[in-house]
């Protein structure tokens, strides 16, 4: 798919996008729900950000028992100082899931504050999002950070990246909201490598990491008072209909069944049928859980483990004040 540039108030979003998402969806959802033998039934949990899904997450961000986005502000406002000396002048700076920007706009102010010249490039998989968010910035109030929108996926960005065109400059890649933790482990080092492979001596990543193992302060997170993050699950299922162009998936049919996995240190959410169903001629029986969601949580030894395995050197580190997330 050949670059597309739209304006919004003076900033360039560039479609990066090399294959239809939507058509890979569909092959994942029919995959996930009709796996080989032995591997247990899932959905995408691309499903989840639609528009609307974007919409309901920012509402979750908002509240309280939602600590990672209050947590992951914490640091920033604690250490943009110290992260943006990490920042080399004349830099790139890519934010991988970009969404609301009211958090990285607190490092963005503070390179605006020293004067360090840097190109701030947001990637979302959303063209209204990118669109909306930009529009909610003051960008005429910054004289040394620029503002670029990417609409493409994580897979997009690496090949964006591997363009020289693109790459004159010293590169920090950087991911500050909980994405890592959407991979299981060993798929976040993969991830991660796709990245390192790419850096050279002046680049460098800044990721954050929910670093949380209290059982029941992670379960509220997931399961608010409210029942916004129920309906920002059951969206995944009026998504997946949307995609497949019929109603795959009634919403009376399915639970959401979620849990924290002690052992492991992830959060784990399910759909789950209350009666016998079938969809595209795959039964599936009551009670069964699809995987859709995984949260991973990182202790010190699981983030030294994770930058050993992604072949990333320790750099410095930055938390908050509860000790659980990490910089």
């Known amino acids: 798919m050949s670059p597309l540039a739209v304006s919004t108030k003076k900033v360039d979003i560039v479609d990066i996008r090399q294959n239809d998402v939507g058509f890979s969806l569909t092959n994942d959802i029919?995959?996930?729900?009709?796996?080989?033998?032995?591997?247990?039934?899932?959905?995408?949990?691309?499903?989840l950000y639609d528009t609307k899904g974007l919409n309901l997450f920012e509402e979750i961000t908002y509240l309280d028992e939602y600590y990672p986005t209050n947590a992951e502000i914490e640091v920033l406002e604690t250490h943009a100082k110290r992260i943006a000396e990490w920042i080399p002048n004349n830099g790139q700076l890519l934010e991988l899931g970009s969404g609301n920007l009211r958090k990285i706009e607190i490092l963005l102010r503070e390179l605006e504050r020293v004067g360090k010249h840097v190109d701030y490039y947001a990637l979302d998989?959303?063209?209204?999002e990118l669109q909306r968010t930009f529009s909610e910035v003051?960008?005429?109030?910054?004289?040394h950070v620029g503002f670029h929108g990417l609409h493409g996926t994580y897979d997009d960005a690496v090949a964006w990246l591997r363009n020289p065109e693109n790459r004159k400059r010293p590169a920090v890649i950087l991911s500050m909201g909980s994405s890592l933790g959407n991979f299981n482990r060993s798929d976040a080092s993969v991830f991660l490598s796709q990245f390192a492979d790419l850096l050279g001596p002046s680049d460098l990543m800044v990721l954050g990491l929910d670093?949380?193992?209290?059982?029941?302060?992670?379960?509220?997170a997931y399961n608010d008072s409210k029942g916004i993050t129920k309906q920002f699950y059951e969206n995944g299922l009026l998504h997946a209909n949307k995609v497949l162009g019929y109603e795959a998936f009634k919403l009376a049919e399915w639970d959401v069944v979620t849990g924290y996995n002690v052992a492991e240190g992830y959060h784990e959410a399910f759909y789950s049928p209350k009666q016998d169903v079938t969809i595209n001629s795959v039964f599936i029986p009551q009670g069964e859980k699809l995987i859709f969601e995984e949260a991973y949580k990182y202790d010190a030894q699981?983030?030294?483990?994770?930058?050993?395995?992604?072949?990333?050197?320790h750099g410095a580190e930055f938390g908050n004040s509860s000790d659980d997330y990490r910089a």
């Open 138 to 143: 003051s960008i005429e109030g910054y004289a």
């Open 211 to 220: 670093a949380c193992k209290d059982p029941d302060k992670v379960y509220r």
């Open 30 to 47: 029919h995959g996930g729900i009709d796996p080989p033998a032995g591997v247990r039934r899932s959905m995408p949990t691309m499903l």
């Open 125 to 128: 998989l959303s063209l209204s």
């Open 302 to 313: 699981e983030r030294e483990q994770l930058w050993k395995d992604a072949r990333l050197i």
